[in-house]
């Protein structure tokens, strides 16, 4: 999970709130630990636990990298072309066939097809092979200790020194900078609500056994929301001219008003009615690629915020399902990194919250640009264009 910065309402937590627990981040870095071991043994975490976090030190790399935050500036075509590779959907459907019993087991309890497990198990770890080399117990105490944003890493703690405690997972285990462990970067309070063992060996292993990843990964998405038996994307073809304004993922119509308004399928035959309601996303602008989104896409984003990302997720286990690649069209010419802070700057200017000057273009900056469009008289379909950056 890659986490958006969040503003704090707060540098220092009630007592009231965590029981021993006085400060919630910053000043010194042994007695701030002292305080997170008080509210670890009140949980009930045991000695195993309590040394592990005595031991753990402070990470400046995890510091750095949280710091150093910025992907997504590739546009989605970029994108998913790098992470939909050859390797991943042939890797990807061998493991489909491999564990069948398996994805048979998750979709039966929890609903959740095989290639939308596969999916977030390629591009997170590409089958386990890259599961992180941070350790991840001082990774998330470094993190909750600065002041940046601790909300987001604290709430993980003892969820994680609850399971080193167990010995569910070892003191020194490693995984991603951001506190995410195993084949489908799961975070502890997940592990530990969510962990299934699929394997039916008494063990929750989400780094060495792919069937208790399986289980585990569905049980996760199920708890996001994720409706059984529903579409998640579906791929289609928008005529020159429309209501350029009711597009969005959030707004969601019937299709059979997507089809009156021209909308088919890529090969130009018409929508299939499935008595569901859906949102047109056009990520890179009305003559780009184009997606119908359904409810359950929105679990994508509650795996991952950017919509860069779980648009090239939804796509991947689209095309582990049988899919086509998709069509990229011909977008109009996009922003390169500096225009996009310039239009972001002229919109903070004008009044829009765009989150951080950064040149990516996010949800806020998005529904900005939407707005923008709409007064200027242009088609609204949140694409960023040199035209729209002139205008303003």
Known sequence: MRLRSQALAALFLCATALP??????????????????????AAGVGPVGLDALEDANFDERALARDRAQGVFTQTFVQFSNRMISAYRLKQGAANMKKYADVFARADQQFGVQAPVITAFWALETDFGAVQGDFHTLSALVTLSHDCRRPQLFRQQLVPLLELIDRGVLPADVTGAWAGEIGQTQILPSDYLA??????????????????????????????????????????????????????????????????????????????????????????????????????NFDVYLEWNQSFTYALTAANLAARLAGAPPLDPRNPEPGLDNDQM??????????????????????????????????????????WPTPELLAKL
Do not use: H
Request: proline share 6%.
């Open 20 to 41: 021993a627990v006085a400060q919630e981040c910053g000043g010194d870095f042994e007695t701030w630990k002292q305080g997170v071991a008080a509210e670890a043994k």
């Open 194 to 295: 969510r962990g299934v063992d699929g394997d039916g060996d008494g063990k929750i292993d989400l780094r060495g056994s792919a069937p208790d990843v399986i289980m585990t990964t569905a049980n996760k998405v199920l708890s996001r929301g994720w409706k059984r038996d529903e579409p998640w994307i579906q791929e289609v073809r928008v005529p020159d001219e429309m209501p350029w304004d009711q597009t969005g993922r959030t707004n969601k119509l019937p299709l059979t008003q997507w089809a009156q308004w021209g909308i088919t399928n890529p090969d130009g035959s018409p929508l299939v009615d499935k008595g569901l309601k859906a949102g047109l996303a056009l990520p890179m602008g009305r003559k780009g690629p184009a997606f119908l989104t359904y409810d």
């Open 341 to 382: 802070k310039a239009l972001q700057t002229k919109l903070e200017a004008r009044g829009y919250d765009v989150g951080t000057v950064d040149g990516i273009l996010g949800t806020n900056t998005r529904e900005a640009i939407r707005k923008e469009q709409m007064r200027l008289g242009l088609p609204v379909d949140g």
